[in-house]
């Protein structure tokens, strides 16, 4: 029997607030984390642009 892939669309809302707070802490600690993954990213973009309506 083939194991299928099991893709689920997640959505989290990010207030701006928050938003900032993840920019800060990410600052912080730049030298060891990296950038936001990819995912947080285009979920900030799909967030903004429900803002921006």
């Known amino acids: 029997m083939k194991k299928g892939v099991v893709k689920e669309k997640i959505t989290i809302s990010i207030s701006p607030e ?4 993840l920019d ?6 730049k030298p060891v984390q990296p950038d936001r993954s990819p995912l947080i990213e285009i ?7 429900r803002e921006k309506k």
């Open 18 to 21: 928050v938003l900032k707070n």
């Open 24 to 29: 800060d802490y990410r600052e912080k600690i």
């Open 43 to 49: 979920a900030i973009k799909e967030y903004l642009a």
